[in-house]
């Protein structure tokens, strides 16, 4: 997450802001699959080893392979570029053309509803997933589901990936390869499309539901074959 981009506090907004929706929501409507967990000591070795691989490998390249050590405090000054590019200054990755207004046009002059019709909705992000990861489309589509009910760390992961997406969103700045980061947690529910999924469906149907994971997955590449057909910049 963090050698990604330094969006990565994207995530760690969006971990958080999922963690309250998860417990609210979950107190009006309970998960059919809540999460259960089981009594066990903390693997602290575990925990220690993970830690101490991740930050060397912050280190490490940050620190451009321990030949310049200056860049590790990029970890936190590049905020104040990204800030400025991301949500002030035009930086000519702005997608204008993307904005729909949430008011409709005969109420855009209401004085009540003024404000609000400068509040517009970006969707440059769903069409770049549908125009080349339909898998990850699949899984927005029903990651809406487990807002209702299913499985308890589904709905989290859930809130979390669309809550990513929401942020991404409103950032003025878009450039396409972003979609590697905003789009990891759709591709989790991926597997569980409506005949897709291996646990909700009989034996003798799993061969049929692995066909057609497969078949979705291939289908991505179509676009990349014939990218001239899809020129979203």
């Known amino acids: 997450m963090i050698l990604t981009k330094e969006t990565y506090v994207i995530h760690l907004v969006a971990f958080a802001l999922a963690t309250l929706c998860a417990w609210i929501i979950g107190l009006i409507r309970p998960p059919s699959e809540p999460i259960n967990r089981i009594p066990r000591p903390t693997p602290w070795a575990h925990v220690g080893a993970a830690v101490a691989v991740g930050l060397a490998l912050i280190i490490f390249f940050y620190s451009g392979n321990f030949l310049n050590w200056s860049g590790v405090t990029g970890l936190y000054r590049t905020f104040s570029h990204w800030a400025n590019t991301g949500v002030g200054a035009q930086s000519g990755h702005e997608k204008p053309d993307y904005d729909i207004s949430i008011m409709p046009h005969f109420l855009r002059h209401v004085p009540v509803f003024v404000s609000l019709a400068k509040v517009k909705i970006n969707w440059y992000w769903i069409k770049l997933l549908a125009a080349y990861e339909w898998f990850a489309i699949a899984g927005l589509v029903f990651s809406f589901r487990y807002l209702f009910g299913g499985n308890g760390a589904l709905r989290y992961l859930a809130i979390y990936a669309l809550a990513v997406l929401a942020a991404y969103s409103i950032i003025a700045y878009k450039t396409p390869w972003c979609a590697l980061s905003l789009s990891s947690g759709h591709f989790c529910f991926?597997?569980?499309?409506?005949?897709?999924?291996?646990?909700?469906?009989?034996?003798?149907?799993?061969?049929?539901?692995?066909?057609?994971?497969?078949?979705l997955f291939g289908l991505m590449g179509v676009p990349l074959l014939f990218s001239k057909l899809y020129p979203i910049r």
Do not use: T
């Open 190 to 215: 991926g597997w569980r499309v409506p005949g897709f999924s291996l646990e909700d469906l009989p034996e003798v149907s799993q061969p049929i539901a692995v066909a057609g994971a497969l078949l």
